[in-house]
C-alpha cells in the first residue's frame, strides 16, 4: 500500500492548509489513519488519528481545537484542516496507516507510511 499526502505550503500566522493522504489500496479502509510531524532537529511528533470508520478521533493538545482529521466514505482518503496555524506548526507533516481499526496515538502501530508534505507557517 502507497500513500501520497499534499496539500503542504506556505502560509501566513492564523491562515489555514487542508493536507489530503490517499492510499493506493482501498484495503486501509479497515484501518485506522494518522497523521505525524517532524520539525527540523526535534523528533517526529503524534498530530491526530480517526478510527476505521471516522467515528472517533483523537488529537495531540498542541493542536486540538485547531486540526481536524476526516476520511472520505470509501475510506482511502484522508484529510486534516489545519485552521489558526502558528509557526510552531511548521514541519513535514506524515500520513500513515494503522496496523488497526481503532485510533492509535503511538508511531510503532502504523504499518504504511506516506512521503510527507512541507508545511511553512510564517510571515
Known amino acids: 500500500v502507497q500513500l501520497q499526502a499534499s496539500g503542504g505550503g506556505l502560509v501566513q500566522p492564523g491562515g489555514f492548509l487542508r493536507l489530503s493522504c490517499t492510499a493506493s489500496?482501498?484495503?486501509?479502509?479497515?484501518?485506522?489513519m494518522g497523521w505525524f510531524r517532524q520539525a527540523p532537529g526535534k523528533e517526529r511528533e503524534f498530530v491526530g488519528t480517526?478510527?476505521?470508520?471516522?467515528?472517533?478521533?483523537y488529537y495531540a493538545d498542541s493542536v486540538k481545537g485547531r486540526f481536524t482529521i476526516s476520511r472520505d466514505y470509501a475510506g482511502s482518503t484522508m484529510y486534516l484542516q489545519m485552521n489558526s496555524l502558528k509557526p510552531e506548526d511548521t514541519a513535514v507533516y506524515y500520513c500513515?496507516?494503522?496496523?488497526?481499526?481503532?485510533?492509535?496515538?503511538?508511531?510503532?502501530?502504523?504499518?504504511?507510511w506516506g512521503q510527507g508534505t512541507q508545511v511553512t507557517v510564517s510571515s
Open positions: 480517526i478510527s476505521w470508520n471516522g467515528g472517533t478521533t
Open positions: 489500496a482501498r484495503t486501509v479502509s479497515n484501518n485506522a
Open positions: 500513515a496507516a494503522s496496523r488497526y481499526s481503532s485510533v492509535t496515538t503511538n508511531s510503532s502501530g502504523y504499518r504504511f
